[in-house]
């Protein structure tokens, strides 16, 4: 059975490479994680990107420090399945929680 060569053409890879250094995430918005999420789907979409590993290291990129550090388990041990959403899911429950506290914390002192 002869062998098969499928062949990119030049455009198609160039668009790729292209895509790949067009996208960055916007700056994280602690006020509202969940619609920043959307906001970098869409993105994501847009720039043709489907690959986990891409859509993490986009995320970890755009983070702050003190979100960063609140995901650094996953961020240096990422899982091998899943680490986009491993990383997605984490970061909207510590926000929530951080901002949870923040709000009782203010209550108390009424």
Known sequence: MPE???????????DSQL???AF?????????PELWFFQVESQFV???????STKFHAVVAALNS???SCV????????LDNAYIALKDR?????????????????ATW
């Not at 098969?4 to 160039?14: D, I």
């Open 19 to 21: 895509s790949r250094i």
């Open 46 to 52: 847009i720039a043709g990107i489907s690959n986990d």
């Open 91 to 107: 970061t909207l429950r510590t926000v929530k929680f951080s901002t949870f506290k923040t709000v009782t914390k203010g209550l």
């Open 4 to 14: 098969t060569k499928l062949e990119v053409s030049p455009s198609v890879e160039q």
């Open 24 to 32: 960055k995430a916007p700056v994280f918005w602690k006020n509202d």
């Open 72 to 79: 650094r388990d996953i961020v240096r041990n990422p899982p």
């Open 66 to 68: 003190n979100v960063l």
